[in-house]
């Protein structure tokens, strides 16, 4: 029986997410590493499957294929506790995957891979990340205040979607000791997870 495959980079918190939800979910899966530093999104093979280039990509059971991290997630969590039944939590889960993509990612990932995988000095990587990271681990560290997780009282996606990269915000140049309640955070959904801590 054919099963998905996930073709990712083992280094990409963006392909985490996929096989997180996979894992959780006891969906069955193959891996295809699939290497951005060398280039083998690049290839003529690659292209043929996914032509943005990116990964994760996944090729479901049926044949058909899916890109984007967040789209992969929701497809496989269809009918899972990963997302709210109720409308407004549903919602919130949403706008919590949107702002991943578009502030935390953006920020905290591209400083990371530019610092610890291209080992640039600080004084060459664009100097907004920084106060954009504190920012958005601020705001997050408030939002966790008084809840456990981001939406609702039970794990779903939208803290998947945000601990993957959260939980190396070290690399990128964030010390998580000051921020706390993400800090917090991070334990709890890696424990949810049962993945091993990435926590310094």
Not at 150 to 165: C, N, P, R
């Amino acid at each position: 029986m054919s099963v998905m495959t996930v073709y990712g980079d083992s280094i990409s918190g963006n392909c985490h997410k996929v096989k997180f939800v996979a894992e959780r979910l006891n969906l069955p899966f193959r891996w295809v590493e699939t290497s951005v530093l060398k280039k083998e999104t690049r290839t003529p093979e690659f292209l043929a499957l996914n032509p943005v280039g990116q990964v994760p990509f996944v090729m479901l059971a049926d044949g058909r294929g899916l890109a984007q991290s967040n789209a992969i997630m929701l497809h496989l969590a269809h009918g899972s506790t990963l997302i709210p039944d109720e409308p407004y939590e549903r919602a919130l889960m949403m706008q919590w995957l949107f702002w991943e993509q578009y502030s935390h990612e953006t920020v905290i990932a591209v400083r990371r891979f530019h610092r610890h995988y291209l080992k640039k000095a600080d004084s060459e990587i664009e100097p907004s990340l920084l106060p954009r990271g504190e920012k958005v681990l601020t705001l997050m560290n408030d939002h966790l205040a008084n809840r456990a997780y981001f939406v609702g009282e039970l794990l779903t996606l939208a803290d998947i979607a945000l601990v993957a990269y959260t939980r190396f915000s070290h690399q990128a140049g964030f010390d998580l000791k000051q921020w706390p309640q993400v800090r917090a955070w991070v334990a709890r959904v890696e424990k949810d997870l049962g993945v091993e801590s990435a926590l310094p």
